[in-house]
């Protein structure tokens, strides 16, 4: 029998053991680290108080990992994955594998400052290249389910980017990398008895690793500050544009990422992605002797278009979409004992998608010449409304013993409009051979989604510095657009309903002036997981099982040297067989790696000079379903230092894969090939900033 780790004796022997070896970890102190949590209540929380999990990515972390990508920095959350693709793009993991498909990125939610990066039913797997995590005040990781808070796609996990503090001090950095790497960081802050504001803005030039590839970036954060009468009022204006010129996959055989000679080939040297994102948000608040009030409005627009060099026939597609939202919450203390928080949030957006193949499909098979038509393959638009209410119950049973419960309801509609003809036919409405065209579009209908969403918590106060949580929740996720609109081979409907998980987990968590702590163990089911058949048909019916243990670890271990550390062991299974034609049942899922790891070695040399050793570590992992073929996983060390030159110079230098491994940011198993997407060589970085 296939060996597990749900919640058992072993679990509990562990937290409870946990518990006390923590303390022996540092001495007595009773002051705890003044670390506040948002994403995971949607309030502020006192990280050691939390019911439940978050990794919070301080400023600090930031600035000292000068990430060219957010996976550099998402590594620093336990269970975390960021899959880094070409250039900016990416596939996520939290607690669970790297997912992929239409509907993949619905299984986690990505916000700014709360507010998500893209609308419900409207998310890309790349959508975290929006956020400007190069100037970013701090970034959390809540793990795991947490729809009861968000609503839809808080399967997984939730990432929350928080924008450039108003407070930040003045400066300007320009970093020089190898590949023509070039990079500027502004930032400008004032504040003045009536008005603080913010600009924040980063360029970015990459000449690309392989052949033919390489991105330019603009990013520009604005914020002002002000009072409004009572309220206390803060705008955030976000914007993005990237044109990026995309290396593929390397196929040329198994393990080709170790042979040097390998890693700059790119056989798809036409392929580009460009995005641009907007976003605005007004965050309001009011605090009156009885409750607390927050309206937040905002607006949305991204639009996107890239070359399908994945597929045969190399469409392009364009998809983008426009949003106007409001976020409301009342927070209340109804009593020494209790207090409740009420909310309600609305978005209300316009999306498109279109997909076009400029000529006929050049490949030897006549089967995929006929059912590839040059042309329109979809072209539609898509009206969406989501509405939720929420409650939140917080109770203060006594000193040591804290519970909540969380309820809410979530309305997705959709109205989608086709404005090609119906069918699995050509644009001009013509029959393509074979048995008509692979892609299918439905006629124009509208759908609607109910879910109800919870979460029940517990914590025990053992002492100052200790606390132990457990937490269950019920999540969902609706289905995205694509999986209801954009079909094929013949399925003229799609039946999918929302996805549906159920979370438990426990922890044990240690926090004073030198040392964090915490231990978690989690159990998640997933029913009624979308996916696709052999047909290519969208249906539901695919059960899986996530469970793990995870550690995180802060620690001032002399007055010089500290260590940070993010450890996890998860096992993710396919609890059934879909269709009779695979036989999967009791498998790992593919590209899910069991053990990750990221450890964080700092030395303050001296006064002035500071350094780093990091450690990533992934383990091997399946490459498909059946578990027939696998990436061996590596490891990868990646040296800083940071030399304080005086009050405003500093400069920094980065050698990142230090041991010139030879590895994969990603493998990946499709149509009988080998593909991936090749690791750096060794590579050397230095910046110089300059504060105000």
């Given at each position: ?15 409870s ?25 949607r309030?502020?929380t ?7 999990n ?73 959508q ?15 793990k ?70 390489g ?48 890693l ?12 641009l ?49 409001l ?29 076009n ?35 939140q ?5 006594t ?58 918590g ?22 995205h ?33 030198d ?13 009624d ?48 067989n ?48 059946a578990n ?9 060390y ?19 894969n ?35």
């Open positions: 029998m296939r060996e597990t780790f749900k919640f058992s004796i072993l679990s509990l022997a562990l937290l053991c946990a518990s006390i070896s923590f303390q022996a970890l540092s001495s007595a102190n009773d002051k705890d680290i003044e670390t506040l949590i948002t994403t995971a209540n309030t502020q006192q990280h050691l108080d939390l019911i439940g978050a990794n919070k990515i301080t400023k600090q972390s930031i600035e000292q990992s000068n990430a060219e990508h957010l996976n550099q920095l998402l590594s620093q959350a336990s269970s975390t994955w960021l899959s880094r693709g070409n250039g900016q793009e990416s596939l996520l993991s939290v607690r669970s594998p790297v997912l992929t498909g239409a509907g993949s990125c619905a299984e986690f939610l990505t916000l700014e400052n709360g507010i998500s990066l893209r609308a419900p039913g409207f998310c890309n797997v790349n975290l290249f929006d956020t400007h995590f190069e100037l970013a005040d701090n970034i959390e990781v809540v795991g389910a947490n729809s009861s808070r968000y609503g839809s796609n808080a399967i997984h996990g939730t990432i929350n980017v928080f924008s450039p503090s108003l407070y930040a001090t003045p400066m300007v950095s320009l970093e020089l990398g190898e590949d023509s790497f070039y990079r500027v960081n502004g930032l400008y802050s004032q504040q003045t008895e009536a008005l603080d504001t913010l600009v924040g803005l980063t360029l970015t030039s990459d000449g690309g690793f392989q052949d033919s590839s991105y330019e970036q603009q990013k520009l954060s604005v914020a002002a500050s002000h009072s409004l009468g009572d309220w206390q009022t803060t705008h955030r204006v976000t914007l993005t544009n990237l044109e990026q010129d995309t290396a593929g996959y390397l196929q040329r055989g198994e393990n080709a990422y170790q042979d040097k000679s390998l700059r080939i790119n056989d798809f040297p036409d392929a580009y992605r460009n995005s994102s907007m976003r605005y948000a007004m965050f309001n608040t009011l605090s009156t002797p009885n409750a607390v009030w927050q309206v937040n409005p905002y607006l949305r627009h991204t639009d996107m278009d890239f070359l399908m060099h994945f597929l045969p026939g190399t469409p392009v597609e364009e998809n983008g979409h426009s949003s106007i939202g976020q409301l919450r009342r927070a209340s203390q109804l009593s020494d004992m209790l207090s409740l928080t009420l909310g309600s949030d609305i978005d209300i957006t316009r999306g498109f998608l279109k997909q193949q400029a000529n006929d499909t050049e490949s030897n098979s006549a089967f995929l010449r006929g059912v590839l038509p040059q042309g329109k393959h979809y072209d539609y638009d898509v009206d969406a409304l989501s509405f939720a209410t929420y409650a119950l917080d109770a203060k049973i000193d040591e013993h804290n519970a909540f419960a969380a309820l809410r309801y979530d309305n997705t509609d959709y109205d989608y409009q086709n404005n090609l003809s119906p069918g699995n036919l050509k644009d001009d409405g013509t029959a393509c051979g074979f048995g008509g065209c692979r892609y299918t579009r439905p006629a124009s209908q509208s759908n609607q989604f109910d879910d109800i969403s919870y979460a029940l517990y914590s025990y106060k053992i002492d100052k510095q200790t606390r132990l949580f457990a937490k269950h929740d019920r999540s969902f996720r609706a289905p657009t694509s999986e209801l609109y954009r079909l094929q081979n013949g399925q003229l409907t799609s039946d999918v309903k929302s996805v549906k998980a159920r979370q438990t987990e426990a922890g044990v968590r240690y926090v004073d002036k040392l964090f702590a915490e231990l978690s163990v989690y159990h998640l089911k997933k029913k997981g979308i996916y696709q058949d052999a047909d290519r048909q969208y249906l539901n019916g695919l059960d899986t099982e996530h469970q793990g243990i995870e550690f995180a670890l802060n620690r001032q271990v002399t007055r010089t040297i500290s260590t940070k550390l993010a450890f996890s062991y998860s096992e993710h299974t396919y609890l059934n879909p269709t009779n034609s695979a036989q999967i049942k009791g498998n790992d899922i593919d590209t899910a790696p069991k053990l990750l790891l990221n450890l964080h070695i700092n030395w303050q040399v001296t006064r002035t000079i500071m350094a780093q050793l990091e450690r990533q570590q992934i383990d091997d992992y399946f490459l498909d379903a027939t073929q696998s990436y061996a996983g590596h490891k990868i990646n040296l800083r230092a940071d030399w304080q030159i005086n009050p405003q110079l500093s400069a920094s230098f980065a050698m990142m230090l041991t010139d491994e030879r590895y994969a940011e990603r493998a990946d198993f499709a149509f009988g090939n080998h593909r991936y997407f090749v690791g750096e060589p060794r590579n050397m970085s230095l910046k110089l900033k300059y504060a105000f």
